[in-house]
């Protein structure tokens, strides 16, 4: 395990999965922040309100709350994939750099996402991160395949 | 690969791991138990009614169900990035009673989160599991940065 | 390192960890297809409408589209627990033999699954595949657990 770490590639991957992994994991006091700003809850029991009219209003969808769901959800559907590929592509041991190429990108290519979405700005600055985020995460995944290949 | 597996912390991060993944994963029959007994489906071909009359009542939500899989989503949201935090955290060669408390924690918190979330208990019940869930997985990934950092 | 890749079980996992994680990526660029051919958008600024009329049109949900989502749901759901599970099934060195019949069973229920749901082919189709894919699963958890327990 110690020599796992002693691997520039692998410190490398270790990194970045933690970075996004952490910021996976943020997006949820993110969705408390806002649906507590917001006022919009959607279990009975976390409404703050005190009058029953109070609470019926707080329990209605936000726009802004759903966005940021959706941006969560998103992040899961693409961070966890690529944890999953990175790993595999890592004990391919490929090259520091190409490696390192893969996981800047996709990196970077989440943060643009979520800023993207969270703020509504216009497409396809959104649509950009998204692809540029799969498009690492496929590169490293056929690359993989090509290596070790037991069905 | 065999040596991993003499290693304490391996094991308990192991065990662990095992434990709240099979867990996550059995949320999905108990949504498939909660559509079955409210009779709230969600696929046209999933519904047992005969008339269309039938079939079109039992295609609507149900709140129990709805409860269920938010449960489900936000075990996802945190069994996932625990698993593989705890992962790269064990193989910075962590204490075992540090790497202990931190998986207890973690584990016991989802267990509870699911109790209050299904049962809908008042808050701050499932709350404070949400928080000590995240507290536990932040830490560790903190720790790992801490240890491995190449951007 | 590169002794893991020298491993037949931990080839066979790699191969199938990398398929089913990659045809779990790729359900994005498939709900985007359909978001596109249904015309039926969630994001204001992904209308491609141009007047007001037609882009609150295209904010409804399409039935077609939702049912891609709620496939990528249960991939999510059922893909990322096996990869996990599968992961330290592996690490437990069982024989290829049957850990190949473990992937296999997986992967290829996982296929299914996705084709009736896409389809809407007549239950059981859908409701075995994910069965099988559960079974297999939890087979592979539980044997896990009895291997490895320090909790």
Redesign the interface.
């Known amino acids: ?5 002693k ?2 590639v ?3 991957f ?6 996004v ?2 910021k ?6 993110l969705t408390g922040y806002f649906r507590i700003t917001r006022k919009s809850f ?5 409404v703050p309100g005190k009058t029953a009219e109070d609470k019926k209003k707080m329990l209605k969808p936000n726009e802004d709350v759903e ?1 940021v769901r ?1 941006c ?1 959800q ?1 992040d ?3 961070i ?2 690529f ?3 990175s790993l ?1 592509y ?4 490929p090259p520091l750099s190409t490696a ?1 190429i893969h996981f ?1 990108i996709f990196t970077v290519s989440r943060f643009c996402h979520t800023i993207s ?1 969270i703020l ?4 396809p600055s ?1 649509g950009l991160s ?1 692809v540029a985020g ?1 498009g690492a ?2 590169s490293m ?1 056929v690359q ?2 090509l ?5």
């Open positions: 395990m110690a020599e796992l770490l691997d520039q692998f410190m490398a270790t990194t970045h999965a933690a970075i992994t952490l996976l994991l943020l997006m949820g006091p959607v279990n009975a029991e976390d966005r959706r969560h998103n899961l559907e693409n966890i994939p944890v999953f590929i595999l890592t004990l391919t041991a390192l800047r979405y509504a700005l216009p497409q959104r998204y799969v995460t496929v995944g993989v395949l290596k070790v290949l037991v069905l």
